[in-house]
């Protein structure tokens, strides 16, 4: 499988930050984002935004934005969806997803995601630490998003349900602090201690 397109997903409202990009909070001297691009880029062939909203506010990455296709903060799936409509237009099998407030994310993400996808049918896995499943860290087909839109029309959310009924595979990673996002101030703050 060769190197596919990340995409970071930042489609999210932030409501247990306040609102506004909490990706763009700074982490030591840059932004949460800024660590996020700067682990995931030499991991892909090349980086999208998925984010709602102007897209100017953005503007300085250099990056393709896009926007959800589903209406309503439909989740991380919805982010899914888009990336994967997206690398359909532009000739790409599959993506691989990473959350926009996760400073720390694995060096080697998408390698472990591509052995674990290998052996599956439509080369779909997710990343699980100590603590579980890893919803928002995934190596997504191309193939199957006609059947993910269905299901987000349908009302699905969850990302391990609609995962599960694809056989995703696991890809293991030996700690949770490589998956450690930032949802609240608090988290802001330990997340400036880990770092």
């Known amino acids: 499988m060769k190197q596919p397109v990340g995409i970071i997903l930042a489609g999210g409202q ?3 930050m306040g609102g506004g990009d909490k990706s763009r909070l700074m982490l030591g001297d840059r932004s ?8 995931f880029e030499p991991q892909c062939a090349s980086l999208v935004l998925n984010a709602n909203g102007d897209a100017g506010r953005f503007a300085d990455l250099n990056m393709p934005m896009i926007a959800d296709s589903i209406d309503g903060f439909a989740g991380p799936l919805s982010g899914v969806l888009a990336g994967l409509d997206w690398a359909a237009e532009n000739g790409v099998e599959h993506i691989v997803t990473a959350a926009a407030d996760t400073p720390f994310l694995p060096c080697d993400l998408v390698p472990r995601l591509q052995m674990a996808a290998e052996d599956t049918a439509h080369g ?4 699980t630490s100590p603590s579980g499943r890893q919803p928002t860290f995934g190596i997504w087909p191309v193939a199957l998003r006609d059947d993910l839109r269905t299901a987000l029309q349908d009302g699905l959310r969850k990302v391990v349900q609609w995962t599960s009924r694809h056989d995703a595979a696991m890809a ?3 700690d949770d602090a ?4 930032v949802n609240t101030p608090d988290d802001l703050t330990t997340a400036r201690g880990m770092l």
């Open 14 to 16: 932030a409501q247990r």
């Open 32 to 39: 949460i984002l800024s660590h996020v691009i700067a682990r």
């Open 124 to 127: 779909l896995a997710l990343a």
């Open 172 to 174: 293991p990673f030996p």
């Open 178 to 181: 490589s998956f450690f996002n």
